[in-house]
C-alpha cells in the first residue's frame, strides 16, 4: 500500500515503512559473505542505508548539479507541453523539487524508505516545498501510484538497479502503462559500455560533483558494476548494480512500445559513444504513423542523411564512384571499371537467393537504385527502396521511369532504423554497404526481421571492421565517417543467431575492398581538373584522405567485407 507524506515524515530514522525499522536505522550494508555474488534487484533496499542516504547530497552537490545539468531536462518537457511528472526515483529529491520550482506538478516516488523521507526533509529546506511522496515498487507501480501522466523521469542511474531482465521489462511495461497518450519517459544510465569495454573513466561533472567525493567501480562484469562511493570522512559504500548497455537499453523500450527514442550523451545530441560519463534516453509514447516514421532521424542517420545530400557528395557519387550502384566492386582486374565491377556485386549477391516476378524486396540504404533496377529488369519483380537521402532518391526516380520501371520500383525516403513498411511485407531485403552509417545496428537487424516474411532471406554487405581490430587502428575511417564503431563479422552472426535468422552464411571478399577504394581514388585524382567545376576542393582533399585511409586499413587486415546472407 502507498505510504502518505505523514507517514514517511514520522518514519525518517525509525524505519516505520514496510518492517524497515532494522534497515534504518543499521548504519552498516550488508552483502553477505561474497559481495559479487549479490545480484537481486531487491537488494538496493539493504545498500540505502541511514548513513549513506545521509551523505547521498555530498556526492550529488545540489549546486554543482544544477549549474552542470542546465535546463536539460526543463527544456525537453516544456518543449512537448508537460504539466503533471511522476518522478520515479526521487533519491533525495534533487529533480523533485527543481520539478516543484519550475511550475510542474510533480509527484515523487521511490522504492527506498530512507531516500524519501530524505526528500521530503530537502523539499521543505529547499523552498519550503511539501512533496507528494510514495513509496513505490516499479514492478508494481500502477497498483502503488494512482493517475496518468505528461511525463515520467527516471534519473540518477536508477534502473541499474534492476538484475532480472524480466523485472526491466516489467518496469517499463509500468510506466509506458502509465503516461498519457502523448507521453515521455526520459531515463538514464551511465556509459557502462565505455566502462566494460575499455575501462572506467569519469569526468566529474555532471552527476556525481561533489568535492572529495568518489564514485568508482570495485568490480565489473558484464552482470555486476559494484561502485565504491567514498566521502571525505574516509566512510565508504557500496551499490552493486546492472551494467546496461545503451542499445540494449534502448531495445527494451522499443519492444514494450516507445517508438521514438533519442539518445543523449552527458546532454549533447553528438558524442562519440566512448565520451559521455551518462547516457540520457527520452522516449515517446505518442504512435507515430509509417510517414511520420519515415521525418524522424537519429542523430547518425542524420549527419549521414546531411553529407549524402550534398552537392560535393551528389556530383561525386554520380560523377566518380559510377552514378549507379554506389557500393564496393568485384574486380577482375585492378583497372576495371566502376559500374563493371560494382554490378557483378549485385549478380553475385542476387544468386544467392530465389527471385520471381511474384517476390517482393525492399533494398534500404538504395542509393540511385542501381540495384532495384538491376532486380526489377532481370526478375520482373517489384522493389521498394528505402532510402534517407531525398537527392538520390530523386535521382533513382528519375531513372525508374527514363527505364520504364517506375511499376515495379518503389522509392520512399526513410530511415532503417525505423522502416516505415508494416510486419511480414517482403520475401528478401536487400542492402549495401549502407548498415554502417547507423549508430544502433541492433535496431537496424531487429526491424529487418519484423518486415521479413517467415522463410525470408536477408542478404547484404558492410564495411566492417575485422574480427579482432582495435578501434585504434580505425581512428581515422571512424571520424571521417562521423561514428564511434563499426560492425564486424562476429557482430553480425550473433545478432542475426539472436534474431532468430537461420543458416547465417558469410562469404568473405574482404580482399576486394582496397581494390574498391583504391580504384575509385585512382579515377577521382585522374579527373580531378575536370571536375574541379562540381565538386569543390576540399571535399576532394578530404575524400582523396579518406579514400587512402580505407586502402591502408584494408591492406592491413583491420577491415572486412562480404556478402551476408541469412534466412528467417
Known amino acids: 500500500m502507498a505510504k502518505s507524506v505523514d507517514d514517511l515524515a514520522r518514519s525518517e530514522g525509525t524505519g516505520s515503512i514496510d518492517g524497515t525499522a532494522d534497515l534504518v536505522a543499521r548504519e552498516e550494508q550488508v552483502f553477505g559473505d561474497n ?12 545498500e540505502y542505508v541511514g548513513g549513506f542516504v545521509d551523505k547521498w547530497d555530498e556526492l550529488i552537490d545540489w549546486k554543482k548539479r544544477y549549474e552542470s545539468e542546465g535546463t536539460f531536462f ?31 506538478e510533480a509527484v515523487s516516488a521511490d522504492g527506498s524508505p530512507q531516500m524519501l523521507a530524505k526528500a521530503f526533509s530537502n523539499g521543505l529546506t529547499y523552498g519550503g516545498h511539501i512533496l507528494r511522496v510514495v513509496h513505490a515498487d516499479w514492478r508494481w507501480l500502477n497498483r502503488d501510484v494512482h493517475g496518468e501522466y505528461d511525463a515520467i523521469i527516471c534519473l540518477g542511474n536508477s534502473f541499474t538497479h534492476l538484475f532480472s531482465e524480466r523485472d526491466r521489462r516489467k518496469a517499463l511495461a509500468e510506466f509506458y502503462a502509465m503516461l498519457k497518450h502523448d507521453g515521455v519517459l526520459i531515463i538514464d544510465q551511465r556509459n557502462y559500455d565505455s566502462i566494460l569495454d575499455t575501462g572506467f573513466s569519469s569526468k566529474h561533472t555532471y552527476y556525481y560533483a561533489g568535492d572529495d567525493v568518489s564514485a568508482e567501480p570495485d568490480y565489473i562484469d558484464d552482470g555486476l558494476a559494484r561502485f565504491k562511493y567514498t566521502f571525505p570522512d574516509k566512510s565508504e559504500f557500496y551499490l552493486n548494480m546492472y551494467p546496461l548497455r545503451k542499445n540494449y537499453m534502448r531495445r527494451l523500450m522499443r519492444e514494450v512500445g516507445f517508438q521514438r527514442i533519442d539518445t543523449y550523451g552527458d546532454f549533447q545530441e553528438t ?59 568485384l574486380y577482375q582486374s585492378p583497372d576495371e571499371d566502376i559500374d563493371s565491377a ?43 527502396c528505402l532510402n534517407l537521402s531525398e537527392v538520390e532518391n530523386a535521382r533513382n526516380v528519375e531513372f525508374n521511369r527514363a527505364e520504364g520501371l517506375e511499376e515495379l520500383i518503389e522509392v520512399k525516403d526513410g530511415s532503417f532504423e525505423d522502416i516505415p513498411y508494416e510486419d511480414n511485407a517482403f520475401d528478401i531485403v536487400w542492402s549495401q554497404d549502407a548498415i554502417l552509417h547507423s549508430g544502433d545496428r541492433e535496431r537496424v537487424l531487429e526491424e529487418v526481421t519484423r518486415v521479413l516474411k517467415g522463410g525470408g532471406s536477408f542478404v547484404f554487405t558492410d564495411p566492417m571492421a575485422a574480427d579482432g581490430a582495435r578501434t585504434s587502428d580505425l581512428g581515422p575511417i571512424l571520424d571521417r565517417l562521423h561514428l564511434d564503431t563499426m560492425g564486424s563479422p562476429g557482430f553480425y552472426r550473433r ?19 582496397p581494390v574498391h577504394y583504391g580504384r575509385v581514388l585512382e579515377v577521382l585524382e585522374s579527373r580531378e581538373q575536370e571536375l574541379s567545376d562540381r565538386i569543390g576542393e576540399d571535399y576532394r582533399n578530404r575524400m582523396k584522405t579518406g579514400l587512402r585511409n580505407w586502402v591502408e586499413a584494408g591492406n592491413a587486415g583491420n577491415l572486412a567485407w562480404g556478402i551476408f546472407h541469412a534466412q528467417s
Open 35 to 46: 559481495p559479487l555474488e549479490v545480484r537481486e534487484s531487491d537488494h538496493y533496499t539493504h
Open 74 to 104: 526543463i527544456d525537453q518537457l516544456k518543449a512537448r507541453g508537460v504539466r503533471s511528472v511522476l518522478d520515479v526515483a526521487t533519491g533525495t529529491g534533487f529533480h523533485s523539487v527543481r520539478l516543484l520550482e519550475e511550475g510542474f
Open 271 to 329: 558524442y562519440k559513444e566512448s565520451e559521455p560519463d551518462f547516457f540520457i534516453h527520452v522516449a515517446e509514447k505518442n504512435y507515430r504513423t509509417e510517414e511520420q516514421l519515415s521525418a524522424g532521424y537519429s542523430s547518425a542517420v542524420s549527419t549521414a542523411r546531411d553529407y549524402y545530400n550534398s552537392e560535393d557528395a551528389d556530383n561525386f557519387y554520380f560523377h566518380v564512384w559510377g552514378g549507379n550502384d554506389i557500393h564496393v566492386g
Open 342 to 384: 560494382s554490378r557483378r556485386t549485385v549478380e553475385r549477391m542476387a544468386a544467392k537467393v530465389r527471385i520471381t516476378p511474384e517476390t517482393r524486396i525492399l533494398d534500404i540504404g538504395a542509393g540511385y537504385g542501381g540495384a532495384a533496377r538491376h532486380l526489377a529488369r532481370t526478375y520482373g519483380c517489384k522493389v521498394a
Open 495 to 513: 545478432e542475426l543467431a539472436r534474431l532468430g535468422l537461420q543458416s547465417v552464411d558469410f562469404e568473405d571478399l574482404s580482399e576486394y575492398l
